[in-house]
């Protein structure tokens, strides 16, 4: 069923009425210019200056104070300085205002005394019922409907044409120049929203209100930090469950990062890693520069469905900036199958001098035959095998006797090939440009950052949604072992085990002649270990012996273990010695559990080792999730090919790999506030069929 917008949002960003506290007629004042924009651009609600020391501003009835309104009014902007932006507030009424846009700054931006302040603001607005937006922001627009909550001389300077895209920025600097950018990219905007301080509204709040919003297609945004990341998840999925692709500028980084010296994991899910993975599980898609950003909108906007899958077929006149592209796709990880053989034996028939095989080279034929370009495009699209298709055309064009040609070629594309997306790559002119992304077409003067373009919004959406992980009471309930201070090993082991993840038998020696003991048990060549609360990496110390067999050789390694440890950690508290079963041959991997002080657990995957800190080849996903999540993450780290299979080996059991993930993020989840980290190092992924088996734990509680 689709959700409504947040109701109280919507009066905010699409006001019926609204009135300018402070407002002023002296040009260039912040309480001057929202009345300037509003009149000029035609806002067709009600416009209401309130200032005690006027009568009429701008030809408008002015008001002494917020409690002199005769009526409610769906939004007050305050443009006030910040010592008198509770006094005005204040006047209010409860229920006579709906939202208030605070441009004013020198609230906690500024220290302690700043921040007092925004708390009376902010509890004003609560006792009468009031949405704040800001304070220390610029604003907003809602473009559709010339509504002008803003003290940015941006729209000043040209406004952009009313679009598709929802555009909300955390920085008021970025956020003018982004406006900026959107009118000389010739973007269309639904919405442009500032968020400043953050006292109540914040980026996620704008995101999943835009996610309902009709008028918005596209959301672009830009972000410093989050302080609430269940709430920015939710809005993430809003956008996805909506079919709404967000574009995510996200930069610097939360003060609390992560401790290295705890385990891998937490040394290698910094706070940019978490984001990175946020976004990929959600669908949106991260930009890393300002061209991307707003190439990635454009692209989003254009193609109202971006390419389904990451077949590209490309088309060229020159076989050298054809060979460019081919570069660039491999390098985003898109696919060049080749034409139907018929396709290119027709080509060549044609053209003797061609190539038929993708990149598909014309040469300059094209110029001198109009017919040329169409014909091969239908033949290379005639069996289904591409995903999009990307043209260059050079400098035809700037050429106005070839325009004709293109344009054809264009609404043809459209006509006969509607669900693949078309990007040219050529030199035309502003207004030629404008009207081939009429019809629905990229138009790039640069092929290489169309090519990137594509590999990043090519399959966009087509992967499952994240959705409700439900928790089971066993893995909520998981560790019915009492909540200790520490956890050893074997501990550690069990508790992983309760949580429903496969782990190695496995027994806590005491003396050598148990370690004999427990080896009998077992019967088969073992693996002794040293089990200690304060030794994480027991390799380091000299607590590990592998294949030991027959009770002289279990005594002997027993000794030499106590002995190395006591020499290189004597502080360190000694359990015992664990004693399991040689594990069979497999290929190690990583697991582990972070907990983010922002997002909660995240859980990472990668392929084990002592070198996971050095190679960094791991992936991270937001507990909890589903098996399909655990198999995108799985797929994701460079190392997959070994896990499918590598110079002989047999394919590994990737299902039970990603059930096992999926069960530890559930885990992870449930137990988030009893425990801070968990890795499992190695977790032996067995050949097919075979399932997984953890060999190593470290738990450590959330409060050490």
Not at 282 to 292: K, N, P, Q, S
Not at 350 to 364: I, L
Not at 478 to 484: K, S, T
């Given at each position: 069923?689709?959700?409504?917008?947040?109701?109280?949002?919507?009066?905010?960003?699409?006001?019926?009425?609204i009135?300018?506290?402070?407002?002023?007629a002296?040009?260039?004042?912040?309480?001057?210019?929202?009345?300037?924009?509003?009149?000029?651009?035609?806002?067709?609600?009600?416009?209401?200056p309130?200032?005690?020391?006027?009568?009429?501003?701008?030809?408008l009835?002015?008001?002494?104070?917020?409690?002199?309104?005769?009526?409610?009014?769906?939004?007050?902007?305050?443009?006030?300085?910040?010592?008198?932006?509770?006094?005005?507030?204040?006047?209010?009424?409860?229920g006579?205002?709906?939202?208030?846009?605070?441009?004013?700054?020198?609230?906690?931006?500024?220290?302690?005394?700043?921040a007092?302040?925004?708390?009376?603001?902010?509890?004003?607005?609560?006792?009468?019922?009031?949405?704040?937006?800001?304070?220390?922001?610029?604003?907003?627009?809602?473009?559709?409907?010339?509504?002008?909550?803003?003290?940015?001389?941006?729209?000043?300077?040209?406004?952009?044409?009313?679009?598709?895209?929802?555009?909300?920025?955390?920085?008021?600097?970025?956020?003018?120049?982004?406006y900026?950018?959107?009118?000389?990219?010739?973007?269309?905007?639904?919405?442009?929203i500032?968020?400043?301080?953050?006292?109540?509204?914040?980026?996620?709040?704008?995101?999943?209100?835009?996610?309902?919003?009709?008028?918005?297609?596209?959301?672009?945004?830009?972000?410093?930090?989050?302080?609430?990341?269940?709430?920015?998840?939710?809005?993430?999925?809003?956008?996805?469950?909506?079919?709404?692709?967000?574009?995510?500028?996200?930069?610097?980084?939360?003060?609390?990062?992560?401790?290295?010296?705890?385990?891998?994991?937490?040394?290698?899910?910094?706070?940019?890693?978490?984001?990175?993975?946020?976004?990929?599980?959600?669908?949106?898609?991260?930009?890393?520069?300002?061209?991307?950003?707003?190439?990635?909108?454009?692209?989003?906007?254009?193609?109202?469905?971006?390419?389904?899958?990451?077949?590209?077929?490309?088309?060229?006149?020159?076989?050298?900036?054809?060979?460019?592209?081919?570069?660039?796709?491999?390098?985003?990880?898109?696919?060049?199958?080749?034409?139907?053989?018929?396709?290119?034996?027709?080509?060549?028939?044609?053209?003797?001098?061609?190539?038929?095989?993708?990149?598909?080279?014309?040469?300059?034929?094209?110029?001198s035959?109009?017919?040329?370009?169409?014909?091969?495009?239908?033949?290379?699209?005639?069996?289904?095998?591409?995903?999009?298709?990307?043209?260059?055309?050079?400098a035809?064009?700037?050429?106005?006797?070839?325009?004709?040609?293109?344009?054809?070629?264009?609404?043809?594309?459209?006509?006969?090939?509607?669900?693949v997306?078309?990007?040219?790559?050529?030199?035309?002119?502003?207004?030629?440009?404008?009207?081939?992304?009429?019809?629905g077409?990229?138009?790039?003067?640069?092929?290489?950052?169309?090519?990137?373009?594509?590999?990043?919004?090519?399959?966009?959406?087509?992967?499952?949604?994240?959705?409700?992980?439900?928790?089971?009471?066993?893995?909520?309930?998981?560790g019915?072992?009492?909540?200790?201070?520490?956890?050893?090993?074997?501990?550690?082991?069990?508790?992983?085990?309760?949580?429903?993840?496969?782990?190695?038998?496995?027994?806590?020696?005491?003396?050598?002649?148990?370690?004999?003991?427990?080896?009998?048990?077992?019967?088969?060549?073992?693996?002794?270990?040293?089990?200690?609360?304060?030794?994480?990496?027991?390799?380091?110390?000299?607590?590990?012996?592998?294949?030991?067999?027959?009770?002289?050789?279990?005594?002997?390694?027993?000794?030499?273990?106590?002995?190395?440890?006591?020499?290189?950690?004597?502080?360190?508290?000694?359990?015992?010695?664990?004693?399991?079963?040689m594990?069979?041959?497999?290929?190690?991997?990583?697991?582990?559990?972070?907990?983010?002080?922002?997002?909660?657990?995240?859980?990472?995957?990668?392929?084990?080792?002592?070198?996971?800190?050095?190679?960094?080849?791991?992936?991270?996903?937001?507990?909890?999730f589903?098996?399909?999540?655990?198999?995108?993450?799985?797929?994701?780290?460079?190392?997959?090919?070994l896990?499918?299979?590598?110079?002989?080996?047999?394919?590994?059991?990737?299902?039970?790999?990603?059930?096992?993930?999926?069960?530890?993020s559930?885990?992870?989840?449930?137990?988030?506030?009893?425990?801070?980290?968990?890795?499992?190092?190695?977790?032996?992924?067995?050949?097919?069929?075979?399932?997984?088996?953890?060999?190593?734990?470290?738990?450590?509680?959330?409060?050490?």
């Amino acid at each position: 069923m689709t959700q409504l917008p947040d109701p109280s949002l919507s009066r905010l960003f699409d006001p019926q009425g609204i009135a300018i506290v402070g407002a002023s007629a002296t040009p260039g004042k912040i309480g001057a210019m929202p009345i300037t924009l509003l009149l000029q651009h035609g806002y067709s609600g009600r416009i209401i200056p309130v200032n005690p020391r006027a009568d009429i501003i701008a030809g408008l009835p002015a008001l002494p104070g917020l409690d002199a309104l005769d009526d409610a009014v769906d939004l007050a902007i305050l443009a006030v300085p910040a010592a008198h932006a509770a006094q005005a507030l204040e006047r209010a009424r409860p229920g006579q205002v709906g939202a208030a846009v605070v441009f004013t700054s020198g609230f906690s931006e500024t220290g302690s005394d700043g921040a007092a302040q925004q708390e009376r603001l902010c509890t004003i607005a609560r006792e009468r019922g009031i949405r704040l937006l800001g304070p220390n922001c610029l604003g907003f627009m809602n473009v559709r409907r010339n509504v002008y909550a803003t003290f940015s001389p941006a729209p000043a300077n040209g406004v952009v044409a009313p679009g598709g895209i929802g555009m909300v920025s955390q920085s008021g600097a970025f956020g003018a120049y982004a406006y900026s950018m959107a009118r000389e990219r010739g973007l269309g905007l639904s919405h442009w929203i500032s968020t400043g301080n953050e006292a109540d509204i914040d980026v996620a709040d704008c995101i999943e209100w835009l996610a309902r919003d009709t008028d918005t297609r596209v959301i672009m945004a830009y972000m410093e930090g989050c302080r609430d990341g269940a709430k920015l998840r939710r809005a993430l999925a809003a956008a996805r469950n909506a079919d709404k692709p967000v574009v995510v500028t996200k930069i610097g980084r939360t003060q609390a990062g992560a401790q290295a010296a705890a385990s891998h994991t937490a040394a290698l899910a910094g706070d940019d890693a978490v984001y990175d993975a946020l976004f990929r599980q959600y669908g949106a898609l991260r930009a890393r520069t300002i061209e991307e950003f707003f190439n990635l909108g454009y692209a989003l906007d254009t193609w109202k469905r971006p390419p389904q899958g990451r077949r590209l077929g490309i088309f060229t006149i020159s076989g050298g900036v054809g060979a460019l592209m081919a570069d660039e796709a491999a390098d985003t990880g898109l696919a060049l199958p080749e034409p139907a053989a018929d396709a290119q034996a027709r080509l060549l028939q044609r053209v003797p001098f061609a190539s038929g095989r993708n990149p598909v080279d014309v040469t300059g034929q094209a110029v001198s035959e109009p017919g040329l370009l169409l014909a091969t495009a239908d033949d290379m699209l005639a069996d289904g095998r591409y995903d999009a298709l990307a043209v260059f055309l050079a400098a035809a064009g700037s050429s106005e006797a070839l325009w004709p040609t293109f344009e054809t070629f264009a609404r043809q594309m459209q006509a006969r090939h509607p669900g693949v997306p078309l990007a040219i790559s050529a030199l035309f002119p502003p207004a030629r440009r404008r009207e081939l992304e009429r019809l629905g077409c990229l138009v790039f003067p640069d092929p290489s950052a169309a090519i990137r373009t594509i590999g990043a919004v090519a399959g966009l959406g087509s992967g499952p949604a994240p959705g409700v992980v439900e928790t089971s009471p066993a893995t909520a309930d998981a560790g019915a072992l009492p909540l200790l201070d520490a956890y050893n090993e074997v501990q550690a082991m069990e508790l992983l085990r309760q949580a429903g993840l496969p782990a190695s038998p496995c027994v806590l020696a005491g003396d050598a002649d148990a370690a004999v003991r427990a080896a009998a048990s077992l019967g088969a060549a073992c693996v002794l270990k040293v089990v200690s609360p304060d030794i994480t990496h027991k390799s380091d110390v000299g607590g590990v012996k592998l294949n030991v067999q027959g009770d002289d050789a279990l005594r002997s390694a027993y000794a030499d273990i106590l002995a190395s440890v006591r020499q290189h950690r004597p502080d360190a508290r000694i359990d015992g010695v664990l004693v399991a079963p040689m594990a069979p041959k497999g290929v190690e991997c990583i697991a582990g559990v972070h907990c983010d002080p922002v997002f909660g657990p995240v859980v990472m995957f990668g392929l084990g080792g002592v070198f996971v800190e050095v190679l960094k080849d791991v992936s991270f996903r937001l507990a909890p999730f589903g098996r399909d999540d655990a198999l995108a993450m799985i797929r994701e780290i460079k190392g997959y090919a070994l896990l499918q299979g590598a110079r002989g080996a047999p394919p590994c059991d990737i299902g039970a790999l990603a059930e096992a993930l999926a069960a530890l993020s559930r885990f992870a989840h449930a137990r988030r506030a009893d425990f801070s980290s968990v890795e499992i190092n190695p977790l032996l992924a067995l050949p097919e069929g075979q399932g997984v088996v953890a060999l190593d734990a470290v738990v450590i509680r959330a409060d050490a």
